[in-house]
């Protein structure tokens, strides 16, 4: 079992401690999400796990031969060969051990008798075998189209590849050279859903440990079993999924805030007796008394991040609109080598908040900008309804933000009088915080240009927003702030977006895209992804392409939908079956509780054997480690367990 450990794992930049005493355990079988605040330091923590930074105390302990493999956040650049031979040099570690099997056979033929050397040679051989590294082009080529290269890419330079798709070769290459660990800081950021899908799939059957860095909930749900809060320099773990250690943290959160806001009202309280006072002799002892409990109570002052302080805001309000606000008829876009959009046939209605899905090259983009007005060049019609006022964000909206005002002034500029005092709370909702919000508009980097043209967007009177990418460069809490303001808008909303928590909490309509075609599905994303489930099974048949018919609900589906609400109605539970079902929620509920318990104290264990781990006594002892270690195996093979049962019994609780 491969394992990577920090024991008291300290780091500070001036005076700010951005790690305190962090130890954590990462090994074969860890699959685990890095989270905290934006600034807390979680690609630092990375990249010392990773060896990259040196902590100011502390030690990291690996496994020897142990393959570690880091992907960062962005900033990656290959050039000078083709795609596959870039890939290719994910395997090197397998060249260099075939280059030492050669050298051991060399030295076997001059020393036939020699039992060490032909021992060696017959370990790296297995070893080599077992690793996969002989069938590396079938493995790269799976990962590639996996991550959404076509073939046809193979052969092309890598520096033909922009930004993102250059990222996209520096997963591949994590993802192939076979790693023990993996560690992954924000991987999703430059996929689409579909290659989002793939690496879910990839780390779910995935046989070594991984820690990653993440902003997708969905994505996070679906591939981890832990979570490690990074908060003011202290390292926390929480079992179970994101949903789970969201739900315990908040409890958690309530009672700092509580504590945090006695606290302020303390010191508030305190600086005014001293303001008040200090200067008169009568008072003065009692007001250095008072500036005393004030230093003491400064000294443990309770710190809550801009991130953690909900925030929420709303539109202005949608202009009135007439039902029907967006025809499209016989929409057809050409590049050259054939339709990206063919025929499209469509009406949306108001209220509507319909997702445009499909693959890289769908023609998403396309479509967006032609409906916003940004593209003339196609044929075909658009009619927009009585009343309609499009509003249209995409990556490029950044290019037009520009000046050298503060963000501050640059927004209050832009905004209604009415959310002129929610200012800051919303520059706050969009990562802009504390005194970043007096940052110059011209040296802001594209990211957040990209975030100051959003929300300067959502501040407009518009009735229909088409938004192409709007969930980029937002971390968590950035998403639901701007997902709960679209779901209370009063307008209706076309979009585009790879984050699919963002999709099933928004869409209410999906419009499938294929490159000369489409297809239309009169429900909400659930019932899209269902849909094609069912299609791959064999359990429907596929729905047709690009007919007008599709364009909107038929009577059929109409029909279809009031049968299914009688039928939902016809089975509700009568008053014995509640109250068997609460006698059994209520059973449940106590073996979730028990779980719990048990996966306390078997954490608690599992700290108190990585402490020992990180003894020096014992590490250095080959057989203290041993004995630690087994117990290390034994109480992680039952957490695991502990683990599984907890997701069942909380699931059959949903």
Known sequence: MAFVQFSKVSLAFGDRDILKDVSVNLQTGTKAALTGAN????????????????PDSGERIAQRDARIAYLPQSGLVHSGCSLKEEADKAFLWGYDMQKKIDALAEEMAADVNNSRLATEHSELLTKLEESGWYRRDVLAEQILLGLGFSREDFNKQTEEFSGGWQMRIALAKALMCGPDILLLDEPTNYLDIEARNWLEDFLTNFKGGFLLVSHDRYFLDHTINEVYELFGGDLKRYPGNFTHYEEVRKVEL????????????????????????????????????RQKMLDKILENKIEIPESLKKIHFTFPEAPHSGQLVLTLDKICKNYGQGDVVHDLDFVLEKGERLVVAGRNGAGKSTLLRIIAGVDKDFTGSIKLGAGVTIGYFSQDSAEKITGSESILEYMEARAPLELIPKMRDMLGAFLFRGDDVFKSINVLSGGEKSRIALLELLLRANNLLVLDEPTNHLDMHSKDVLLEALKSYGGTVIFVSHDRGFIEGLATRVLELHPG????????????????????????GASSFGSRSSSSPNPAQKAAGKVEAQTVSATKLSWEEQKKAEAEKRKLQKEVDRIENAISQAEEKKSELEAKMGNPEVYSNGEKAKAVQKELDLINQQLEELNEQWELAAEKLM
């Open 254 to 289: 309530e009672t700092l805030i509580q504590q945090y806001e006695l606290q302020q009202q303390e010191i508030q309280h305190l600086e005014d007796f001293i303001n008040r006072f200090g200067a008169k002799a009568t008072k003065a002892a009692q007001a250095q008394e």
């Open 517 to 540: 075609s489409y297809r239309v599905f009169p429900g909400d994303y659930k019932y899209y992804m269902q849909r094609l489930e069912d299609e791959a099974n064999g359990t429907v």
């Open 39 to 54: 600034g807390a330091g979680k690609s630092t923590l990375i990249k010392i796990m990773a060896g990259l930074v040196e």
